[in-house]
């Protein structure tokens, strides 16, 4: 017989391969497992972590704080700080940065902005170590003998909106005490006292929640305060200035004008009128105050300051430099200061349990924001056009377009309004991609605020008309009339309060719009109103106002997306035509059917959709272009409520003024 061919040797050699990348791999994951006794370096182990900062305890820190600023360096926004310090010779102190702050819901202290520090006793210097994990704590050793320090700093406020907020300029300032303290760990805030100054510049007036001592020109020294008091008490100061009394019964409650120019702040027809009705109508609202006096405090100028920031004696306030001037025909902006004002009941009297803290660097836990500020928004547009500030029209037109863009939020169907709660943490308030499907925490306002009118729809419907919410906020929030001392709730207390004036499942209601995902926004509170959410190809004023003043041109409602006037893609909405076509945030659209972009011939073409005809746009992102018909049928699209007839008009009787 024939010998069989011998086989080639790639063939031969295949078996022994194979044999010997198994055997590597056992080896390799014998080793990876666990490491051979012959092994001669050691494996990482974790670094022990630094010892624990002390917890805050009810306890008083001992002795008072004095504190000073010198805030007379507008130029360059940079405020001047010394703290003296009782301390306890050869112990260490810790002194925190405050982190967490009421009403802002995240850890957003401006610790980038403190700078200088530096610590003595009298001519010696004190070195100290900034905490390796707590990176807003700063601990010092101080030396046998010494038993007060001088902690010296400063607080560089920004330049320009692009780094953060401006809180001073040449004209004015927005001093805020939490940019400016360092305070002692291991103590509740209210048990740490503090005497503060500060020197302002030459000529300017002030005004602020805290009482004054004395003052010498342009050094102004407080009564003592508690730290969480002091906290809450910002001072707004400016050359140019104006007070106005609202109200003094029962107690005084001013509006402080701050403006870059004294031609700047005299208010117009109907603006001195409308706050001091919306002060009345929130004491008929909540039956009582929690304040022994209260300031409402307006900066008129552009990229200044936070938009609003709330306490319970005062709220900041910033509006636009034409406040004034556009008052007429600009109503958006009137409702500003209620925001902060209903605040002084929901947010700072009460507060949600877990958003209560004892210091500034404890965590709080958001989980009802849609109560502390859904609950808020609800009512600022209420008690806005109850004062006359906004038209019933303009009332509903908000609605409608905060309806709107909950309907356009894709993302209630995997993330709860509960889990969107943590995203002043989760965020950080960055700009998002896709905010219809990621949603933030903003959602919590607006979605919270429909959930709050299907609240008091529900209840004027189940009770005949006999009771409203407006019974919900005497008996939550009118008790302890007078008191300036926090009361804390959960959701337990609004539901029990709830059924105390209408029994329903208040528990099931909340719940599922709260912790379930669902398809569609909580609409109910439009349709038991007496009206629908319906869709005009004409916009409603506010929309043509803000599109006139910006030169955007917004089709969220059809396309899903926002241009700026050159054509660049602003806004893209998840799952709208914009979207399915590829569109992106940052493309320009370059033609339109085929004729260079504009923005009214953008318009005229989408409008031309509900008669059928084509929609293609031309787009560059990067240096690629695109090109794409719009899947789009239904022309422009607006949202607005329309009555629906043979129904109760609930949401008329909601807004109309209280006698």
């Not at 056992?26 to 001669?40: C, E, I, L, N, Y």
């Not at 503060?196 to 020109?217: I, M, N, Q, Y």
């Not at 039956?287 to 609003?308: N, T």
């Not at 209620?338 to 700072?348: E, I, M, P, Q, Y």
Request: with cysteine; proline share 8%.
């Amino acid at each position: 017989m024939l010998a069989s061919p011998a086989p080639p040797r790639s063939v031969r050699l295949l078996p022994c391969v194979v044999a010997t990348v198994a055997l590597w791999m056992v080896s390799t994951a014998a080793h990876a497992q666990a490491p051979s006794a012959s092994q001669s370096w050691p494996l990482p182990q974790p670094a022990p972590m630094p010892p624990p900062i002390e917890a805050p305890r009810d306890t008083p820190f001992p002795g008072t704080i004095r504190l000073h600023v010198d805030a007379t360096d507008t130029a360059h926004s940079l405020f001047r700080v010394k703290q003296t310090l009782p301390v306890a010779p050869g112990r260490r102190l810790t002194l925190f940065f405050p982190q967490w702050l009421p009403g802002d819901h995240g850890p957003t202290g401006r610790l980038e902005g403190l700078a200088g520090l530096k610590v003595q006793a009298g001519k010696r210097v004190i070195a100290w170590t900034r905490d390796a994990v707590q990176v807003a704590a700063f601990h010092i050793d101080i030396p046998a003998g010494v038993t007060s320090i001088d902690v010296h700093s400063q607080f560089l406020g920004a330049t320009e909106p692009r780094v953060g907020p401006v809180v001073a300029t040449a004209t004015m300032l927005d001093l805020q005490w939490h940019n400016l303290v360092l305070y002692p760990a291991g103590h509740y805030a209210r048990r740490i006292t503090y005497v503060a100054s500060v020197k302002l510049p030459p000529g300017w007036e002030f005004a602020s929640a805290l009482t004054v001592a004395r003052r010498d020109g342009g050094e102004v020294r407080f009564q003592p305060v508690t730290l969480d008091t002091l906290v809450d008490s910002p001072v707004i100061a400016g050359r140019a200035f104006k007070r106005i009394l609202l109200s003094d019964d029962p107690v005084p409650v001013h509006v402080n004008i701050v403006a870059d120019d004294a031609s700047g702040l005299e208010p117009p027809p109907g603006f001195v009128q409308g706050y001091q009705a919306l002060v009345q109508q929130a004491y008929r609202l909540f039956g009582s105050q929690h304040y022994d006096h209260y300031d409402l405090m307006v900066w008129l100028a552009d990229g200044f300051g936070p938009s609003y920031f709330e306490h319970l004696r005062s709220g900041e306030n910033a509006l636009p430099a034409d406040f004034f001037t556009t008052w007429k025909d600009k109503p958006e902006h009137r409702g500003r200061l209620a925001h902060g004002f209903v605040h002084s009941w929901n947010g700072l009297f009460r507060r949600p349990a877990e958003m209560w803290t004892p210091d500034f660097n404890t965590p709080e836990r958001d989980s009802l924001l849609w109560v502390f500020e859904g609950l808020t928004s609800y009512w600022q547009d209420v008690l806005t056009t109850r004062a006359g500030l906004w038209t019933r029209e303009d009332a509903l037109d908000d609605w409608a377009t905060t309806a709107a863009a909950m309907a356009n939020r894709p993302g209630r169907r995997w993330r709860p309004l509960r889990d969107v709660t943590h995203d002043a943490v989760v965020q950080r308030r960055k700009p998002l991609s896709w905010q219809g499907w990621q949603r933030d925490m903003f959602d919590a306002y607006s979605e919270g605020a429909l959930i709050w009118l299907e609240a008091d729809t529900l209840i004027r419907q189940r009770s005949g008309g006999r009771k409203s919410l407006d019974d919900f906020a005497r008996a939550f929030f009118g008790v302890r009339a007078g008191s300036q001392v926090t009361m804390t709730y959960t959701l337990e207390d609004i539901v029990t309060t709830l059924n105390d004036i209408q029994p329903h499942d208040w528990s099931g209601f909340f719940r599922s719009r709260i912790e379930e995902t669902r398809d569609a926004p909580p609409l109910g509170g439009i349709t038991q109103g007496g009206y629908t959410l319906a869709w005009s190809e004409e916009p409603t004023g506010a929309v043509r106002r803000a599109e006139a003043a910006s030169g955007n041109v917004d089709l969220g409602d059809c396309l899903g997306m926002t241009l700026a006037k050159d054509g660049k893609v602003l806004r893209v909405d998840w799952e709208r035509p914009a979207f399915k076509v590829g569109l992106l945030p940052g493309a320009v659209v370059t033609a339109v059917n085929g004729s260079p972009y504009d923005a009214q011939g953008l318009k005229d073409a989408v409008k031309a959709t509900a008669k059928q005809a084509p929609l293609r746009l031309s787009w560059r992102q990067g240096t690629a272009t695109r090109s794409a018909l719009i899947p789009w049928h239904e022309g422009l699209r607006y949202p607005r409520l329309r009555r629906v007839e043979g129904t109760p008009a609930i949401l008329d009787e909601i807004l109309a003024p209280r006698d």
